[in-house]
């Protein structure tokens, strides 16, 4: 008796997974002859069709239409399908491309970065890259916040340029890798000049020397120099006795360094005094001035 149960039971699911099977090809065919016929059909009920032609034929017809969202969700869906077929990699291509014109940077890099490894002979590989580079370039933040992303965009652009030198693109991304440097030049100016203005006047020099030296030719140089003679005033008139004269021969040689760049500048009355201060300690402490 039980063992009948139990074949009842299994002859049950098997009928229950024929009808479902036979079901979904209904679905499906239904799908296809509506779309075929011209009706509008969602995008949910043409992915749920489990037909790959059709999503992929849908997908290229939104593509088209530069329905970029729907398009994104059609060919993620038939990507799998595809596997090893010649349109693998346009599939793939188009896809990110569609999640970058639909502005979803972060998808689309991680698609990109890995079409590029895994589609290098590709005749998309190109257009690829620059996508790459661009969704850094869009995902940068202002230089108040954490630059890494712009480094990269950086590193993106110089090597798009040095693979593909005569790509019509070259001039463009030159323009733009301007503009991120001057992005990295005023980040390392907020960052010292933080140090500035919190009075922690060793941590500024050194901050504001090393912005200097990896960005000499920066549009803050005079503020930064002045702020490097302004710091070590500070630091020495504010110091122990015996770092005071150490302290004040830092500030004539960052007050000279300045005069020499910026002899006419508005701040040049203000150092002086400074400078007036510091050789007056030098003497009395008979601290010869280097």
């Known amino acids: 008796m039980l063992k009948l149960y139990y074949k009842t039971i299994v002859l049950l699911l098997c009928l229950v997974a024929v009808a479902g099977s036979a079901f979904a090809k209904v679905e499906q065919k239904t799908v296809r002859e509506k779309v075929e016929s011209g009706k509008k059909v969602s995008v949910h009920k043409v992915i749920k069709s489990a037909d790959p032609d059709l999503i992929y034929s849908e997908g290229l017809k939104y593509y ?13 869906a038939c990507q799998a399908y595809y596997v090893g077929d010649m349109r693998e990699d346009s599939i793939a291509f188009m896809s990110a491309r569609s999640k970058f014109k639909n502005r979803d940077y972060v998808d689309a890099t991680t698609q990109l970065d890995e079409f590029r490894r895994k589609f290098g002979r590709s005749v998309f590989i190109e257009d690829s890259e620059a996508m790459l580079a661009m969704c850094h370039y869009y995902l940068a933040p202002d230089p108040t916040r954490d ?7 950086i590193i993106a652009f110089t090597e798009f340029i040095e693979r593909y030198p005569n790509s019509k693109r070259v ?55 002045y702020l490097i003679a302004v710091s070590n005033y500070r630091l020495a008139h504010n110091s ?34 400074y400078t007036k201060e510091a050789k007056d300690y030098l003497d009395k402490n008979n601290i010869e001035k280097q």
């Open 64 to 76: 088209g239409r530069e329905k970029w969202k729907q398009a994104a969700d059609l060919f993620d």
């Open 147 to 153: 630059q890494t992303i712009t480094g990269e965009a």
């Open 171 to 225: 001039e463009a991304f030159s323009n733009l890798i301007v503009e991120l440097t001057d992005r990295l030049k005023e980040k390392a100016y907020l960052n010292a000049y933080t140090y500035y203005k919190i009075q922690r006047y060793k941590s500024a020099v050194v901050a504001l020397r090393n912005a200097l030296k990896l960005y000499p030719d920066t549009p803050h140089r005079e503020d930064i120099l």
């Open 240 to 273: 122990i006795e015996e770092k005071q004269g150490e302290r004040y021969l830092n500030l004539l040689d960052s007050y000279y360094s300045f005069i020499n760049e910026f002899p006419e500048s508005k701040h040049r009355k203000e150092l002086e005094r």
